[in-house]
């Protein structure tokens, strides 16, 4: 397994909307087992390629119910809302309040190539929110008011990459 490095914030892949796969090969799933290493390696729950340094739209998910391998996800269906704690492992350390859909209803490709729809709820749900979030950029630090950011980011980059507070 290749060492795939779990990028931190503020690392500018971080930032970027992950480009389309347009046909998953070997390669693409050899990305994705790698991811899923990671993403066990480092106890998280979910992993998207940008978090990784790969400018794709794949994402890896195993919240205690078996891995979910997703290629180009989109979310076709959300309903109710709650807010909950999250953490990332591009931001060890920072947990933000936040509201996401209590239910998803998913579609992506799977890694034999074949269009696939899940019903997520509850972590699943937010953990696949959360992943998609990655794939277009978005970060949970992009989640708090301007006073709470500011402060947020003086400790991510005061303790270089390592933030423990709860925001």
Do not use: W
Request: aromatic share 4%; with cysteine; proline share 3%.
């Amino acid at each position: 397994m290749p060492d795939l490095k779990i990028r931190k914030f503020p690392e500018n892949i971080l930032r970027r909307k992950a480009a389309r796969v347009e046909k998953v090969t070997i390669s693409e799933r050899s990305i994705l087992v790698d991811m899923a290493s990671a993403m066990y390696l480092s106890q998280g729950v979910g992993l998207a390629a940008v978090q990784v340094g790969i400018d794709k739209q794949l994402a890896v998910i195993d919240v205690g119910e078996g891995l979910i391998k997703l290629v180009n996800p989109v979310i076709l269906k959300r309903e109710g809302l709650e807010t909950q704690e999250e953490g990332c492992l591009s931001c060890p350390g920072l947990y933000v309040k936040i509201k996401r859909a209590r239910k998803v209803l998913v579609s992506y490709i799977d890694e034999k190539g074949d269009i696939t729809e899940i019903n997520a709820s509850g972590l699943l749900a937010r953990a696949v929110q959360h992943e998609l979030d990655h794939l277009s950029g978005k970060l949970i630090i992009d989640y708090l008011g301007p006073v709470k950011k500011i402060l947020a980011k003086k400790k991510i980059s005061k303790s270089a990459g390592y933030c423990g507070v709860k925001l």
